[in-house]
């Protein structure tokens, strides 16, 4: 079954300290993996995707198929980053679409 | 700015009763996938388009169905309306395998 996992609903941390954001996924196959973020009031929008290999916000995500997880990490937290985080993948040739997501984690960041 | 806008932001329904949403897509976005967002869940898949097409659906029943016109705007109907129903509707247009793009949503209750 296609299904993503994130444990976490909530993660509290403090401003400076490291992040990770838990994500693991069930696909047989390659999935395209994908992190979304939705800040408060505002709409859903991606953050970076696994196979650009991108640095969005001081973020990064590694791929790991053996482990089948895409976590999220930053090194140092800040206040804005505050925000629920959802991890998600789509089948490869699905055009972007067909997005299986996580349940979500908040992120707070305290000063 | 992802140019992708719902309509409306929110509406009451009663039990039983049909309603129709309507997204609009940005152009050259050729495919539209819509999702249901519970309150403290992710988005779940219910289908989508491609250059009018439906080319996939997640676990809906029939009664939820959709339309693509050539304008790249969209539509999702639902049938029967349950209490179960009450959600965030969210639609999100895709160019070629780079993600989706969201918009703001809207916000059903089915009394």
């Known amino acids: ?111 | 700015e992802t140019g992708v806008t719902q309509s409306p932001t929110h509406l009451i329904k009663t039990r039983g009763q049909q309603v129709t949403l309507r997204c609009s897509s940005q152009s050259g976005h050729n495919t539209v996938s819509w999702y249901q967002q519970a309150l403290g869940q992710g988005p779940q898949f219910i289908f989508q388009y491609y250059r009018e097409e439906e080319n996939g659906r997640g676990n809906f029943p029939p009664r939820f169905s959709g339309l693509q016109f050539p304008n790249y705007s969209s539509e999702l109907n639902v049938n029967a309306l349950e209490l179960d129903d009450s959600a965030l509707y969210l639609c999100a247009s895709s160019p070629e395998r780079v993600g989706a793009f969201f918009g703001q949503g809207t916000r059903l209750t089915v009394v």
């Open chain 1, 1 to 111: 079954a296609q299904r993503v996992t994130q444990p976490e609903k909530l993660l509290s941390v403090f401003k400076g300290a490291p992040v990770e954001l838990k994500c693991n996924y069930s696909y047989s196959g390659s999935p395209e993996l994908f992190w979304y973020v939705q800040y408060s009031r505002q709409r859903l929008q991606l953050l970076l995707r696994h196979i650009s290999r991108e640095s969005i916000k001081g973020f990064t995500a590694d791929l790991n198929k053996g482990e089948t997880s895409f976590h999220l990490k930053k090194p140092f937290a800040q206040e804005e980053d505050s925000a629920m985080y959802y991890c998600a993948l789509s089948g490869p040739g699905n055009q972007g679409g067909k997005l299986i997501f996580g349940q979500g984690t908040e992120l707070s960041v305290k000063p």
